[in-house]
């Protein structure tokens, strides 16, 4: 499929090889370049634009699904940490119970010794 001669034309004249009333433009390739680098900067701004744009709320997006998704598992393991802290603090507490029981024990045990030494002295 080929352009026609309009399409051409108007190709032409955009870049700078035809003047609008169809004759010849500045000669070189001054002029190509010079549109060619147009078009290049207008492409660069706007793909900066969109890459900020699309950036921006790709980020707000992405941080709010993380963000419920880290709760979640920080809940999780604060339940773990929480009921495991409890189960140590009952056992400090069971042995405490213990070594005062047993020391009471020993205690008792001793005074009675005591008093059948006593009485053995007499």
């Not at 700078?16 to 492409?43: C, H, M, Q, S, W």
Request: with cysteine; glycine share 8%.
């Amino acid at each position: 499929r080929s352009l026609g001669g309009d399409t051409c034309q108007r190709i032409g004249t955009n870049l700078g090889i035809f003047l609008k009333d169809g004759k010849y433009g500045a000669p070189g390739t001054t002029p190509i370049e010079t549109v060619l680098n147009e078009i290049n900067r207008k492409a660069t701004l706007s793909a900066d634009h969109v890459t900020k744009t699309t950036s921006q709320s790709v980020t707000a997006a992405i941080k709010t699904e993380k963000t419920g998704v880290i709760n979640t598992v920080y809940g999780s393991w604060e339940t773990t940490i929480i009921a495991s802290i409890v189960v140590i603090v009952v056992i400090v507490l069971i042995m405490v119970i213990i070594y005062l029981i047993l020391r009471y024990r020993r205690k008792k045990k001793m005074k009675k010794k005591l008093q059948y030494i006593k009485l053995l002295e007499e």
